[in-house]
T-cell receptor
Framework: NAGVTQTPKFRVLKTGQSMTLLCAQDMNHEYMYWYRQDPGMGLRLIHYSVGEGTTAKGEVPDGYNVSRLKKQNFLLGLESAAPSQTSVYFC??????????????????FGEGSRLTVL | EDKVVQSPLSLVVHEGDTVTLNCSYEVTNFRSLLWYKQEKKAPTFLFMLTSSGIEKKSGRLSSILDKKELFSILNITATQTGDSAIYLCAVEAGAQKLVFGQGTRLTINP
């Protein structure tokens, strides 16, 4: 079982370059999230998606774009990378919560993280 | 603006001590509060809390939620060096938005 897979795991960019991080999940989850984590800080929500074709802004969306063209994939794009975007990026997914006995734990399933350095 | 605040940000104790980590929140349309443990890589799930006053327990870890005062605590008894980690609190605010606090870095010294 692959779970949530992020690619690439490491990347070094120059200021102004563009790149895309790919998140893929094979659990048929409805909801997907992109977070960034900086030293000494928790996870900050960049963008999230509640279903195929839908996206929404999180706490720190500026400088990033996302797309969810297929249910299993959630792409995070940096159009013009800046040193402030140096961070570790985590993708996560979770299923539809359900009702009653079928209600999920709400657990987020995380990818292993992608370390991005912008010089 | 949805906000989740954890305290303390850092805590150093000796093995065997009991610790209490705090998480307070201000969010619209609260749905649930989740606790995670993060060691080297991705966070791992500990608990989800939705109802006030009902304690969730797993071994030496326990957690409780107070929806009136808008906070949760995570207790760890008889701490071990393996409990050293960053503990993260997350709150689900309407429309499936999950917001995390800054985390508490817990260090257990032998």
């Amino acid at each position: 079982n692959a779970g949530v897979t992020q690619t690439p795991k490491f990347r070094v960019l120059k200021t102004g370059q563009s790149m895309t991080l790919l998140c893929a999940q094979d659990m048929n989850h409805e909801y997907m999230y992109w977070y960034r984590q900086d030293p000494g800080m928790g996870l900050r929500l960049i963008h999230y998606s509640v279903g195929e074709g839908t996206t929404a802004k999180g706490e720190v969306p500026d400088g990033y774009n996302v797309s969810r063209l297929k249910k299993q994939n959630f792409l995070l794009g940096l159009e013009s990378a800046a040193p402030s975007q140096t961070s570790v990026y985590f993708c996560a997914s979770r299923p539809f919560p359900g009702l009653g006995a079928l209600r999920s734990t709400g657990e987020l399933f995380f990818g292993e993280g992608s370390r991005l350095t912008v010089l | 603006e949805d906000k989740v605040v954890q305290s303390p940000l850092s805590l150093v104790v000796h093995e065997g001590d009991t610790v209490t980590l705090n998480c307070s929140y201000e969010v619209t349309n609260f749905r649930s509060l989740l606790w995670y443990k993060q060691e080297k890589k991705a966070p791992t799930f500990l608990f989800m809390l939705t109802s006030s006053g009902i304690e969730k327990k797993s071994g030496r870890l326990s957690s409780i939620l107070d929806k009136k005062e808008l906070f949760s605590i995570l207790n760890i008894t008889a701490t071990q060096t393996g409990d050293s980690a960053i503990y993260l609190c997350a709150v689900e605010a309407g429309a499936q938005k999950l917001v995390f606090g800054q985390g508490t870095r817990l260090t257990i010294n032998p």
